[in-house]
Every structure is written in C-alpha cells, then in structure tokens.
C-alpha cells in the first residue's frame, strides 16, 4: 500500500521560492520514478516534473530553470525546490511514485493529500 505524504507548500509573493517534501511509504522507492504534479481549481492535474531510478530529471516547459526536482532513496524522501515563482504556479501540489510510465499518465489508484502553493501579491 503507497503512502505519500506532502509538505513545504504555503503562500509566497511571485519571485518567491518554496520547497516541497513528498514521503514515501509502501513501496521500493529506488526502484520507481517519482513525479511531481499540480492541480488548480477547474484544471486537470498535469505533470511538472519527474526523476528517474537513476537519477535523470525531466521537467515540463514551464518550469524549466524554476524548479529542481531531487531525491534521497535512503530516506525515501523526494524533493520540489520551487524558484522563481509565478502566479500561474498557483495549484495543490502532488507526489507520486511508479513506473515511468504510470508516472507519465498519472493514472494512479491512489494520491496523498496534496500541499498547496499559492502565489500572489
């Protein structure tokens, strides 16, 4: 059973940075890619960024430059340093871990409970 639990986010100015924690329970972390996704009201929950069992990163247009996606598979702790940030990055932020491509679908049975980051002046 996968637990996710996240943290870090709250409510900053644009320019402003956060750092979110995802931890991972239920699951053999260093074998799975982990991603990073948002949701804002009345949108589809989409992919930001995602990395892999090796350590490689990919990261959606937007936020590329912005948003450094890590993690400590020892800890079995993932990471979203948030830099640079815009009020268009307004959302519920989510982790999640599988597959890569469970990851990149995002069809997931189930999700934690979600951080929310809010950006505005």
């Known amino acids: 059973q996968v637990h996710l639990v996240e943290s870090g986010g709250g409510s900053v100015q644009p320019g402003g940075s956060l750092r979110l924690s995802c931890a991972v329970s239920?699951?053999?972390?260093?074998?799975?890619?982990m991603g990073w996704y948002r949701q804002a009201p009345g949108k589809q929950r989409e992919l930001v960024a995602a990395?892999?069992?090796?350590?490689?990163?990919n990261y959606i247009d937007s936020v590329k430059g912005r948003f450094t996606i890590s993690r400590d598979s020892a800890k079995n702790m993932g990471y979203l340093q948030l830099n640079s940030l815009k009020p268009e990055d307004t959302a519920v932020y989510y982790c999640?871990?599988?597959?890569?491509?469970?990851?990149?679908?995002?069809?997931?049975?189930?999700w934690g409970q979600g951080t929310q980051v809010t950006v505005s002046s």
């Open positions: 239920g699951i053999v972390f260093s074998d799975n890619v």
């Open positions: 999640n871990v599988g597959p890569l491509t469970v990851v990149v679908d995002g069809l997931f049975e189930a």
């Open positions: 990395i892999t069992n090796d350590g490689s990163t």
